[in-house]
């Protein structure tokens, strides 16, 4: 992709769309005009970004901007001949300002200093060993983001294991626990979850909520996977094995743990105190501490780059294009999902009547229409459109409906760990994985594993606490 030449071109059109959406600034945005055929564009992209990359590889690789912004240009073009100019500026403007800009500086931020950090050293590669390591990983990834947590762990996992004969079964439980199942406790862990604190959600509603389930499913799966390992350890091992695997532990790059605590208070300070003064940009209102909220953590990400060790981004083989793909996908995401958030904001039309039961969610019914949606196609998004087909008013889905909410929160985090495609970090971790030589499962393959270990679970959850 030709960055420079790519932005010249959208640039303008981005500017002529801002100055014509200052004329609607004030006007508020209605679902009574749109029907259902303007939510194909979000279907169409969700599948792409499912399918895609399993069936033209070749293709998707170099072209994948092409595609989502494709689906993205499809909503926008006809919206903007249909209701004007201004309508399609605000509604871009709104979006890009309120919704995409924080969510994507929180990732930029929590990647930015996760790529600083680096353990170094081994243990032995025994199945306690490995245990604690996925538990402790599987606790920061509440804190340092799903894909921040597996970043920093899953080289010192593989140094660790280089000697095991059978470990494909800790990478698969890798994915399971630290990329996904792990985020669930606040909303730094997993981007379904900083969206709802985006949409109101308080910062520490998830944990108070789903700090049981969590708890449950971590724990089967950390006495599953302990079983399974220590089966395998003694298969194979053999005295001399562990001895040249002992080597003393150490951490790179320890100025990030101050950045990663200074993430952590920007977010806090942004949900917690929110002045009464606002004022416009583009027509669009933004309160002072989102604004320096945003200024902040960019800010915040700058300084973890420039001041962090060059051999340390070296030995991590720190890139931006992973950053740069999330940045480019998200932001068609976001675009196309306006018409269909719009809906499910006055109901859904006939899309959500199956989810009531009486007139009020079944939770159950909730919790595996956003779970299974989720482990086949993004699970931001997803939360985003069952959020919004709850109800969307976080007053009453914090308060009345809590259960609901608990329930789509737990499932768009768990539920990603179905599928390699269901969470961005599970795709990582394999690619990381399999270039360190490790047999990794293909996508059926690992659907197997998760389909005998982890969905079983999944079902007992609902069951107990939904």
Not at 98 to 126: D, H, I, K, M, Q
Not at 236 to 255: V, W
Request: a positive charge.
């Amino acid at each position: 992709m030709n960055w420079r030449s790519g932005t010249a071109r959208v640039l303008p059109g981005i500017g002529v769309l801002l100055w014509a959406g200052t004329a609607q600034a004030a006007e508020p945005s209605s679902a009574s005009h749109l029907s259902a055929f303007w939510v194909v564009p979000f279907a169409g992209l969700l599948l792409s970004l499912a399918l895609c990359p399993l069936l033209a590889p070749k293709v998707w690789h170099p072209h994948y901007g092409k595609i989502v912004w494709g689906w993205a240009l499809l909503f926008i073009l006809p919206y903007g001949w249909f209701y004007g100019l201004g309508r399609i500026g605000h509604e871009l403007w709104h979006t890009f300002l309120l919704e995409y800009l924080p969510f994507v500086l929180l990732l930029g931020g929590l990647f930015t200093v996760s790529g600083g950090l680096r353990l170094t050293g081994r243990l032995r590669a025994g199945p306690g060993v490995n245990t604690v390591i996925l538990l402790i990983g599987t606790v920061a990834a509440s804190f340092m983001g799903t894909t921040g947590a597996s970043l920093v762990l899953i080289r010192p996992m593989i140094a660790i294991n280089r000697l095991r004969r059978h470990k494909t079964h800790v990478f698969v439980f890798f994915i399971f626990l630290i990329a996904n199942v792990g985020g669930a406790l606040t909303p730094l862990g997993d981007p379904p979850l900083f969206l709802g604190y985006l949409e109101g959600v308080p910062f520490f509603w998830p944990f108070t909520h789903l700090v049981r389930p969590t708890i449950f499913l971590v724990a089967c799966l950390l006495a599953i996977f302990y079983t399974i390992d220590a089966w395998h350890f003694r298969k194979t091992a053999h005295p001399g094995h562990l001895a040249e695997e002992i080597e003393k532990f150490g951490l790179l790059g320890k100025l990030n743990l101050l950045w990663l605590a200074a993430i952590i208070g920007v977010v806090l300070l942004r949900g917690s105190w929110r002045p009464e003064a606002e004022f416009a940009i583009f027509g669009v209102p933004i309160g002072p501490v989102e604004l320096a909220a945003d200024l902040a953590m960019l800010v915040v990400a700058v300084l973890s780059f420039r001041l962090t060790p060059r051999e340390v981004h070296r030995a991590n083989e720190f890139a931006w294009a992973p950053m740069a793909e999330v940045a480019i996908i998200f932001g068609a995401i976001f675009v196309t999902i306006i018409p269909a958030l719009a809906i499910m904001r006055e109901g859904g039309g006939d899309l959500g009547h199956w989810l009531f039961v009486k007139g009020a969610p079944d939770n159950r019914a909730f919790y595996w229409a956003t779970g299974l949606l989720s482990s086949v196609l993004d699970n931001a998004p997803t939360y985003l459109v069952f959020f919004n087909l709850a109800g969307g008013d976080p007053a009453i889905l914090t308060g009345p409906l809590a259960k609901t909410l608990a329930a789509i929160s737990g499932s768009a985090v768990y539920f990603g760990a179905l599928t390699y495609i269901g969470n961005a970090p599970n795709f990582m971790v394999r690619s990381l994985a399999e270039s360190h030589g490790i047999s990794m499962p293909g996508f059926f393959g690992y659907v197997a594993w998760a389909g005998l270990i982890l969905l079983p679970l999944l079902f007992v959850t609902s069951l107990i606490f939904f």
